[in-house]
């Protein structure tokens, strides 16, 4: 298992996948509950490797990754927002008088955050193939 982390400074996308990319958790967490999470889902899944994003916090997040007794590998973050916002749509197809409106020019009516440590760990995997 391996958990993504999107670091931020109010809150941080955090996502665990299998090592075929399945996702088992996937959730937008307050930044300062970022430890406790990561405590809790260590516990509840054996991860092999955290993947955090180089973006905006990513020294702390750091910090409490190793705190927890957890590996980690940074990784370059460029474009992750965008992929996130077109892979959002893909699962959530707008409905209604949106489906009519190009998803490019849409904002997700959530954080994609998550999504964004679902893309980090699937770009490290695939790195790693």
Aim: include cysteine.
């Amino acid at each position: 298992m391996f958990m993504g982390i999107d670091p931020g400074k109010d809150k941080c996308g955090v996502a665990v996948l299998t090592s075929s990319g399945e996702v088992k958790y996937q959730r937008v967490v307050a930044t300062a509950e970022l430890d406790v999470v990561i405590k809790n889902l260590a516990a509840e899944f054996q991860i092999e490797s955290v993947i955090l994003g180089d973006g905006t916090t990513h020294k702390a997040a750091a910090a409490k990754v190793t705190a927890a007794g957890l590996s980690f590998q940074l990784l370059d973050e460029k474009h992750t927002t965008e992929e996130a916002r077109r892979l959002y749509w893909k699962k959530n197809p707008p409905s209604g008088w949106r489906r009519l409106l190009p998803t490019s020019m849409q904002v997700p009516p959530e954080p994609v955050d998550a999504i964004v440590a679902e893309i980090l760990v699937k770009r490290y995997l695939e790195s790693e193939s």
